[in-house]
């Protein structure tokens, strides 16, 4: 039977601020238990909380980065539930009215088409501490050093139909995010996590179905896992008559199952109100364009300016805007080899540079080929002194030992040859070494011109232009033809 | 209104309290009239058009992102009932069903 | 010198007339032979009190003092101070020692003034008697079978047997006029926000505000200029200059007018009461001011939406005490549920949890709308009633309580008798108002309150007015006998 399945996704953003959302304790991660929670985080007798501006800055930078509307007001609440990790009783959060509201985010589907999701809304919230379970038998450990962490809690439209989906758009917002550097996308440390609605309904359907939240659902493979485990737990109970209960689901990454948290007789009832302590947050159009004025450029214009500026494909601007750091590595790139070889330059930084990052681990602010090399060694292409092969033997040289292009040309004999009169022997030496197969071509065996061009680069090195290879034996072979 | 004794059972449970069985007709009875006074306002209809004051609220101050707080774990945690190696100790809030990386907000 | 003023220590301090130890230990002796038969603190800081007199005994000899130092103050003990137990009248921090200082503790602290304790209290500053503390009840000083009022009684009672000259305290509902007016002394409650809420243990956090006990208004002035102030730790204090308080207090006050709520004066207020007040009121009239017949026409709604609205934000202020990070922890506990639960059904009094009670149900899914919303929706009607009345006159004058001390444990067993003693005080604090009581007479020999509201930020004017009151009338000079 077929089914549909239908995904929204709760992402905790971490927002990357020196201080708290409400004190000035430091958000460093890492620090000895407890020795970054002041009295204010800890919830003591008589503490207030005052607003973080670099938050809401970064929360606005967010607004814009998704093209959302920035609320002129908005409010804090108090969300009130009793757990440990949860020092004040209850949790400060954007409820009602919530300081981002809208917005989308186009991601790159597996067929390289662009699909928009839909944001319903982004929320400032501070982030509660830590349950230690393993040190003391018996009891839990409280840590919380990152209780009043600056959160931007970002909630999409259930538009995902697929895991694979819901991996994208969190891979596009985890890179929006660290474009805006609003996060550092520090995924291991908790800096950026994710909860899925997930439902299953028939194809046509209009109703969605009954939905599970799945969450601890904290990397990119677990969030594919979770949420496939989860939807073949849905199919199943369904195609055997049961009903999906909505409840909340835990994913057990050692196990890679998800399990009910749960029941819905136990269901929280929240109580949330307007926070007495701290009055609504109401901004200008001032104050917006003024945060406007400090992002470079924002993601979405950036996108734009790819495609008219360098004539790059949606793909190609896609995957080239992964990070900040990369789009800028490509522009210096195209500085050096001006925006008619754009295309081009997209394709090694994307293509071969990406790869080697990625084999070897490396950012792209500590690339062993710099944007400057590598303008160089597109240079030589575009002015056909290297074939693509005799570049991606120079890119290898210099990944691994770095050099001067050029320099590096002349002594590894990479240079093409562009020589007709030298091609042309060579050609006629191919033709005198394989009368057999110039006999077939020439009574119509076409597909045999592949073997030549094959025999000629394998004897030249690599190091012919092909497209006078090409004309020079196409010229000799038809001769007698 | 009239609660009954399972709401009085109900807001204790979610506010963490404890109401001996023998107090509870006392509490039902007293927060019953409570509410019933309370619920006097619900006679006043209220016309927002006319309302002065709603719009004069003020904007929350922000403060400036730096680190004003230094560590004063010891000092705090010497008024803690339960603490060791620098943790808060509760009684486990793992039961057996949960996993033991977990890391989420409500 | 215990019965002096703060403005006559001060000036007997400037002329070494007497030394602040002097001052420091007669108060301290007073309070240790006296306060067994009222109960007014919970925390006597003698040591603390001796070595702040003789740093302000320094200060003085090098003329660097302030015109408050080493004069002694008693906190009412919800505000935090370092070092010091606070308890806020609660089982639940008997154990809590607060390791920092509330800002107005600051505040005096800068000012050279001498702590000589914490006052007694009802417990998270829930009650109109102060019969809720931890500590046991606090007698009123003019009849020990009294109440001295509530919640800040022992602030109220100690001024009143002098044994200190001044005290802080907070006012939620009328928590500093209402003890004030049955103590028979003088109570400011200024406008929210004019005073820092940080380091004063929250009850309600957008009605809760600090404020001052002392025996005349031009003490209240003295000590409001030290104690104002804008704090860039609490969201809700207001940037706004603070005016010197005692400069205006002798300016004439021909020609102002005074608003007297027709609410306030109907049928149902006790004869006496209403010709203490008429009294009071005609002898501004001397002094050339204008009489006028105003209306809050919602004033009725006050209690009902402030019965929402406090316990609303109590049950969610008071989440924070669970027995994990200070305070009161059970013993044993058997799991989570039953830290929780038994840590704060063993810390909390019975009025606390009712409260808790109250404002979780407030707050509950289905009940919000009809009963949060509501109440905050009357609270925008009532400010607005003020915010006519004030376009008419300039400051409104009545009873702060509808009569004179009641009987310890007349009101126990009422929670809503209990809160109707509040009528006329509640309204104010839901519109954010200033509002002092001061003495204005006797009924069957206990003292009663005249309450005067201001506008915004118009303490100024409730200082002046209240100053030339107590310059032609001497209720305040009354001192009770056993004292």
Redesign the interface.
């Known amino acids: 039977m077929n089914w549909e399945t239908v995904i929204g996704l709760e992402v905790?953003v971490q927002l990357a601020?020196?201080?708290k959302i409400f004190?000035?304790?430091?958000t460093a991660f890492g620090a000895?238990?407890?020795?970054?929670?002041?009295?204010?985080d800890?919830?003591?007798?008589?503490?207030?909380?005052?607003?973080?501006?670099?938050?809401?800055n970064m929360a606005i930078k967010l607004g814009l980065g998704i093209q959302a509307s920035i609320e002129k007001k908005s409010v804090?609440a108090?969300?009130?539930?009793?757990?440990?990790d949860?020092?004040?009783?209850?949790?400060i959060t954007q409820h009602d009215l919530p300081i981002v509201k809208g917005g989308h985010l186009d991601i790159l589907l597996e067929d390289n088409s662009i699909k928009r999701i839909n944001i319903t809304r982004a929320h400032l919230?501070e982030?509660?501490g830590?349950?230690?379970?393993?040190?003391?038998p018996?009891?839990?450990?409280?840590?919380?050093n990152r209780a009043g962490t600056p959160?931007l809690e970002i909630v999409s439209e259930p538009d995902m139909r697929s895991a694979k989906e819901a991996v994208s758009y969190l891979k596009a917002l985890h890179s929006l995010v660290r474009f805006l550097e609003i996060c550092d996308g520090n995924m291991q440390e908790?800096s950026f996590?994710c909860?899925a609605n997930v439902s299953i309904k028939r194809p046509g359907d209009t109703k969605l179905g009954t939905r599970a939240e799945l969450?601890?659902i904290?990397s990119f493979r677990f969030v594919e896992h979770a949420i496939n485990h989860e939807i073949q737990r849905q199919i199943d109970i369904l195609e055997s008559g049961g009903k999906i209960s909505q409840e909340t689901r835990?994913?057990?990454?050692?196990?890679d199952e998800t399990?009910s948290?749960r029941s819905k007789e136990d269901a929280?009832?929240?109580?949330?109100?307007p926070d007495?302590?701290?009055?609504?947050?109401?901004l200008t159009d001032k104050q917006i364009q003024e945060i406007k004025s400090t992002l470079p450029e924002l993601p979405q214009e950036k996108h734009q300016r790819f495609l008219d500026q360098y004539h790059l494909s949606a793909y190609d601007a896609t995957v080239l805007m992964s990070s900040r750091a990369l789009a800028d590595y490509f522009e210096s790139v195209v500085a050096i080899v001006s925006n008619d070889h754009a295309k081009l330059a997209s394709n090694w930084v994307a293509g071969e540079l990406a790869a080697a990052l990625n084999k070897d681990n490396i950012d792209i602010t500590d690339s062993r080929i710099s944007a400057n090399t590598l303008g160089q060694l597109v240079l030589r292409i575009a002015d056909n002194t290297l074939s693509s092969k005799t570049a991606k033997t120079l890119f290898e040289a210099l990944w691994l030992d770095g050099g001067d292009v050029d320099q590096l040309i002349e002594a590894k004999g990479l240079k093409q040859v562009t020589d007709t009169k030298a091609i042309q022997a060579l050609v006629q030496k191919i033709i005198d070494d394989n009368p057999a197969q110039v006999a077939d071509y020439r009574s119509g065996k076409d597909k045999l011109f592949g073997f030549f061009v094959g025999q000629a680069m394998k004897e030249s090195g690599g190091k012919l232009n092909p497209q006078q290879l090409n004309d020079v034996l196409l010229e000799t072979l038809n001769q007698n033809r | 209104m009239a609660l009954t004794a399972a709401d009085i059972k109900q807001i204790a449970h979610?506010a963490?309290l404890n109401i001996a069985e023998h107090d509870i007709p006392l509490y039902t009875e007293q927060l019953s009239r409570i509410v019933d006074f309370v619920e006097q306002m619900n006679a006043v209809p209220i016309d927002f058009s006319t309302l002065i004051s709603a719009s004069d609220?003020?904007?929350?101050?922000?403060?400036?992102?730096?680190?004003?707080?230094i560590?004063?774990?010891e000092l705090?945690?010497s008024i803690a009932p339960h603490t060791?190696?620098?943790?808060?100790?509760?009684?486990?809030?793992?039961d057996d069903?949960?996993?033991?990386?977990?890391?989420?907000?409500? | 010198m215990w019965n002096k003023t703060v403005a006559e220590l001060s000036r007997a301090l400037q002329n070494k007339a007497i030394s602040s130890v002097e001052l420091t230990t007669l108060f301290l002796a007073r309070i240790k032979q006296h306060d067994h038969k009222i109960n007014s603190f919970i925390t006597v800081t003698d040591e603390l009190a001796l070595n702040q007199a003789l740093d302000a005994d320094k200060k003085i000899a090098t003329g660097q003092a302030h015109p408050l130092t080493g004069i002694p103050i008693a906190h009412k003990d919800i505000?935090?101070t370092k070092g010091v137990k606070?308890t806020?009248g609660s089982k639940m921090?008997d154990n809590?020692t607060?390791?920092?200082d509330?800002t107005v503790v600051e505040h005096f602290k800068a000012a050279g003034m001498v702590m000589v304790g914490k006052t007694n209290m009802d417990e998270f500053a829930m009650g109109s008697s102060n019969e809720n503390s931890f500590y046991g009840p606090v007698k009123n000083p003019w009849d020990l079978e009294r109440v001295p009022g509530g919640s800040s009684g022992g602030s109220a009672a100690a001024v009143a047997a002098s044994f200190a000259p001044a005290s802080t305290g907070t006012d939620t509902g009328g928590s500093i006029r209402q003890p004030a007016a049955l103590s028979g002394i003088s109570g400011i409650k200024p406008t929210y926000g004019r005073v820092s809420?940080?380091?004063?243990?929250?009850f309600?956090?957008?009605l809760d505000q600090g404020g001052l006990f002392a025996k005349t208004a031009e003490d209240l002035g003295l000590l409001l200029n030290v104690m104002a102030g804008h704090d860039?730790?609490?969201?809700?204090s207001i940037d706004e200059p603070v005016p010197n308080y005692t400069a205006t207090l002798n300016q004439p006050i021909k020609g102002l007018r005074i608003g007297l709520p027709k609410e306030f004066f109907n049928p149902n207020l006790d004869s006496k009461m209403a010709a203490v007040i008429e009294t009071a009121v005609k002898e501004y009239e001397k002094q050339g001011a204008t009489l006028h017949e105003i209306s809050l026409p919602n004033s009725a709604l006050a209690i009902p939406a402030y019965y929402v609205i406090a316990p609303?934000?109590c049950?969610?202020n008071?989440?924070?005490?669970?027995g994990?990070?200070?305070g009161h922890r059970c013993k044993d506990p058997v799991d989570?549920e039953d830290l929780?639960k038994r840590s704060r059904s063993e810390g909390f009094g019975k009025e606390v949890i009712r409260r808790i009670m109250i404002g979780?149900f407030a707050?509950?899914?289905g009940y919000?709308n009809a009963h949060?919303l509501k109440a905050a929706q009357i609270r925008h009607l009532i400010r607005d009633d003020f915010h006519r009345a004030f376009n008419e006159v300039d400051v409104i004058m009545g009873p702060t309580t509808p009569g004179p001390a009641f009987k310890l444990g007349e009101r126990t067993n009422d929670p809503i008798s209990m809160y109707l003693s509040d009528i006329y005080t509640i309204a104010v604090n839901l519109a954010e108002l200033p509002a002092l009581s001061i003495p204005a007479g006797f009924i069957d020999n206990l003292p009663v309150g005249l309450q005067l509201i201001g506008n915004r930020f118009d303490e100024v004017r409730l200082l002046n007015m209240a100053h030339r009151y107590q310059q032609c009338t001497d209720w305040h000079l009354n001192i009770p006998g056993d004292f």
């Open positions: 905790h601020t020196k201080s004190s000035g304790a430091p000895e238990p407890n020795t970054q929670a002041c009295a204010i800890l919830g003591f007798p008589g503490v207030l909380p005052v607003l973080n501006r670099e938050a809401v804090f108090r969300k009130n539930y009793f757990y440990p949860l020092p004040k009783g209850y949790q919230e982030d509660a830590k349950s230690l379970h393993d040190t003391f018996g009891s839990s450990g409280i840590d919380l959160l908790g996590r909860d969450k601890n904290n835990l994913y057990d990454p050692d196990k399990r948290m929280n009832d929240y109580r949330y109100f007495p302590d701290l009055l609504p947050l109401t | 979610l963490r609220e003020p904007n929350t101050p922000l403060r400036a992102d730096t680190v004003t707080e560590d004063q774990r705090l945690q060791a190696a620098g943790l808060y100790l509760v009684p486990s809030v793992l069903k949960t996993p033991k990386d977990i890391d989420y907000v409500e | 505000f935090c606070t806020c921090l809590f607060s390791p920092y509330a809420r940080y380091g004063m243990i929250a309600a956090s957008s860039a730790r609490d969201s809700t609303a934000e049950s969610s008071l989440a924070r005490f669970d994990v990070r200070f989570l929780y979780t707050l509950s899914s919000y949060y």
